[in-house]
């Protein structure tokens, strides 16, 4: 499986903006579509957004549409999630997530992705 790490998160008002990151290694990283997921105290984990194998299709959540980007540097084994006009009820920690997949689609279930990090807080202070 791949191994993923996690950077970025942090404390940030109501309004502000973050890019988290997520550096994978072990496997070919182009092989892999590529998702965000969150989960705040006390709820079930929950979509935010993936992106394809090579960065020409992806999905967020409604929550999130228009304020979040997904995208991906293959070059660089990242993935990346800039995080705008970021509100209260973003505050969750953040984990990234991938599957082995070259088909154009992708997935939003965690039960569909098969590697995941170990998760960064978001803190969004209103």
């Known amino acids: 499986q791949v191994q993923l790490v996690e950077s970025g998160g942090g404390l940030v008002q109501a309004g502000g903006s973050l890019r988290l990151s997520c550096a994978a290694s072990?496997?070919?990283?182009?092989?892999?579509?590529m998702g965000w997921f969150r989960q705040a105290p006390g709820k079930e984990r929950e979509f935010v957004a993936a992106?394809?194998?090579?960065?020409?299709?992806?999905r967020y959540a409604d929550s999130v549409k228009g304020r979040f980007t997904i995208s991906r540097d293959n070059a660089k084994n990242t993935a990346y999630l800039q995080m705008n006009s970021l509100k209260s009820e973003d505050t969750a920690v953040y984990s990234c997530?991938?599957?082995?997949?070259?088909?154009?689609?992708?997935?939003?279930?965690?039960?569909?992705?098969?590697?995941w990090g170990q998760g960064t807080q978001v803190t969004v202070s209103s």
């Open positions: 997530a991938a599957y082995a997949s070259r088909v154009v689609g992708v997935a939003t279930k965690p039960t569909d992705f098969t590697s």
């Open positions: 072990g496997r070919t990283f182009s092989n892999y579509a």
């Open positions: 992106i394809n194998w090579i960065g020409t299709f992806t």
